[in-house]
């Protein structure tokens, strides 16, 4: 268990995640949207946008079209609280796959 001084900031959790997922092949990046929300960035193969984010209870993701219209969204079971890498990679990789990601 990591201990409340150990604990990684929204800001690295997002470009961990964003790493991890670039190393695995994804077109993948953080961003700090403003107002303490951060975001990783999967970029889609018909020029939209994957972007996850931890705002609700979960890791969640707004599907965006090459347009910049929100078309459907991704829910996981995935705690927006939590610090494992692998298991925030591993909840986001399917869904991503699934709606169209780059690589």
Do not use: H, Y
Request: aromatic letters at 6%; a negative charge; one cysteine or more.
């Amino acid at each position: 268990m990591i201990g409340f001084e150990n604990q990684r900031t929204e800001d690295e959790i997002a470009a961990s995640v964003a790493d991890a997922l670039t190393g695995m092949g994804f077109s993948a990046s953080s961003q700090d949207t403003g107002g303490g929300i951060c975001c990783v960035i999967l970029q889609r193969k018909d020029g939209g946008e994957i972007i996850w984010g931890t705002a609700d209870f979960n890791w969640g993701a707004s599907i965006v079209d090459a347009n910049g219209k929100v078309t459907s969204s991704i829910t996981t079971r995935c705690s927006s609280e939590s610090q494992d890498m692998v298991a925030i990679v591993e909840a986001i990789k399917g869904p991503s796959i699934a709606a169209g990601a780059a690589f």
